[in-house]
């Protein structure tokens, strides 16, 4: 496993690096490398590799949702938390509704459209939450807290999708209580955040991200010790049944305010780990698709109108909302192109479906079709989607956004 991660960033490192200049987003050139290493074409990941995938993906997850929780101050939450409930479930819905309205020319049943639904109406927190932190570094719309807003619509977006996915699932295998499980959400959520506080809690670090005459200070070994803890905490809340999603982004966001001014230290190591788990998370997902499938052109001509279609609505309703806040109509420009590329949700969950259907019911042809096209439509999603998407948040910040403004950073 060791030889296949050190072979994977020896490659992945130079193409992502050289594509990134031709302004290719990372989620592209890595999804293609882990198509060309994958079983469809050269089949060089060995079993064991391709047997812990599902595992190594969301392990990369937990490594972007604590750097977002660094990067979200404490004195900023209270503000925040309105707006990122408003534009993170909403427009979200909207295309989400839209999404399984138009599957039912793909799907004969309604658990499976609603599933397709809540895979791709989620944005992706690896293409939108680094450029933010990036906007924020650079004291872009500070003073409304523009970054900060996509930030949380972007989390709630992520936890809704993760939830409805993991729901319908089980449902398409007929093992959930549906009402049984909403009941329990404020339970699972509030259970998740408590985790997260504690474990950030006691997490001690301190020591080892200060420097003075007696020690020189080991952040590499903080940063390292911060994931050990956040991937215990995301691992078994899942187990627990408890929320992953806002238990392993509260242990960075108490983090941040107890570690106050050596919390910087921290973010650089962790952002030198992403580099490698950006890797892990993108060639998994390229590994798993079907070249065979992509060559259906006219499955993938309807899969294509229906995700533009239901985007477009998105979009639409996602603008409108922006009249209720007091952002510049630029700020409100760019927090509806937020809404634009997808990735994670996609990469992490998309073959979970069927990987799930092949396990539970093997005999089951129909689902196992359906995880395929389900697979084929969350890569779609990000080829339509993260190269504009992450283009525009990129260079539009730079033009939208005033630099500098009064407010904390």
Known sequence: MALVLAALCAVGYPLRAALVRCHVPPAVSLM?????????????????????????????????LLRAGLGLPPTRLRGVIGPALLFGIIPVAVEL??????????????DLCILAGFLIAAVS????LPTMLTQKDLGRGASRFVPDRIIGQTIVNAFVAQT???????????????ARTMALLPVTLLGGILVGATAGWLLRVDPLLRRNSGSAGNPCLAAYLALAMAMAVYFGCAEL???????????????????????PQL??????????????LFVNLGSQIDINRLGEAGLLMNLAAIVAAALTLRLLVAHLLGYRTQLTAHERAYATVANIPKATIQAVFGAVPLAVFLERRPDDAV?????????????????MTAPLGAVLIDRLGARWLTERESGPK
């Not at 509704?97 to 309604?110: E, N, V």
């Open 267 to 280: 973010r650089v190591e962790l952002k030198r780990v992403w580099g490698i788990a950006e890797i892990v």
């Open 32 to 64: 293609a490398l882990g198509v060309c290493v994958g079983p469809s074409i050269l089949h060089l990941l060995p079993h064991d590799w391709l047997a812990s995938r599902s595992v190594l993906s969301k392990a990369a997850f937990v490594v972007l």
């Open 367 to 383: 689902l196992q079709d359906a995880g395929q096209t389900l697979l084929v439509m969350a890569v779609l999603a990000i080829v």
């Open 97 to 110: 509704l839209a999404l399984a309205g138009l599957s039912r020319t793909i799907f004969d049943r309604w």
């Open 241 to 263: 049944g408890l929320e992953t999603v806002f238990a392993t982004l509260t242990i960075g966001v108490v983090l941040r305010r107890r570690l106050d001014a050596y919390e």
């Open 125 to 128: 927190p690896a293409v939108i």
């Open 164 to 178: 409805g996915i993991l729901l319908f699932i089980s449902v398409a295998t007929n093992e959930a209580d549906v």
